[in-house]
């Protein structure tokens, strides 16, 4: 539930990066603190089991400067992907303003992707939040591993993204594709923002 404060101009939007555990969530947010000045971000804060896998969520809170009058913050969020930690993903997603599914492009991943996003689904439902008017993204991730480990975008597409929702291929990795997705879920943001106070 994005804030408005009209005393302060400040807008706050919550993004969460949703999918199957290992798609690559966390290095999407690590990637954006790397290369996002530091007077545009606060401090990243990750909940980690020793190995690196996503305990609770990260949260990273962003400045994105002004915009129409308003100082404007995003604030990103990863669910940990692992099947059994359901009910924290569902605490994560509350409140979300904008989600970004990260999907694992590799071919032996897909049944994982389909579980994840149906899990997306179901907890948004859940939250009673309509599915269809949700601002959402995919993202297909990891594209620099060897073609033959990965499914064409086209088969992704025809099995993810019924919806028709704005999609990007990525390697969170090293970069392609990670600020493009950010980029596109954030101008969807706004614009429902805009569109709900009548801008
Ligand atoms: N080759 C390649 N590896 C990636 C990419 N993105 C993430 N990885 C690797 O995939 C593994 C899992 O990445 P994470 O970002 O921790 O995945 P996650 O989605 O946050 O996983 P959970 O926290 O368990 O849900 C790590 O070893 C990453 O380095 C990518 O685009 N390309
Ligand atoms: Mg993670």
Not at 39 to 64: C, I, Y
Not at 87 to 92: F, G, S
Not at 164 to 179: K, T
């Amino acid at each position: 539930m994005s804030l408005v404060n009209y005393a302060t101009r400040e807008i706050t939007c919550k993004i969460v990066y949703y999918g199957p555990g290992r798609s690559g969530k966390t290095t999407n947010l690590h990637y954006i603190y790397g290369q996002v000045p530091s007077d545009r971000k606060g401090q990243m804060v990750s909940l980690a089991t020793q190995t690196d896998r996503t305990l609770f969520f990260d949260f990273l809170p962003l400045d994105l400067g002004t915009i129409s009058g308003f100082t404007t913050r995003f604030q990103l969020y990863t669910v940990p992907g692992q099947v059994y930690y359901q009910t924290t993903r569902k605490l994560v997603l509350q409140g979300a303003d904008g989600v970004v599914f990260v999907a694992d492009s590799q071919s032996r991943q897909l049944d994982e992707n389909i579980e994840s996003l149906q899990d997306l689904h179901a907890n948004l439902a859940e939250h009673s939040v309509d599915v269809r008017t949700t601002p959402l993204v995919l993202q297909y991730n990891k594209r620099d591993l060897p073609p033959d480990l990965l499914l064409p975008t086209a088969t992704l597409e025809d099995a993810l993204n019924f919806r028709g929702v704005p999609s990007f291929e990525a390697d969170a990795l090293h970069g392609p594709g990670v600020f493009e997705t950010l980029r596109a879920v954030s101008e969807l943001v706004l614009r429902k923002l805009g569109a709900s106070k009548g801008a």
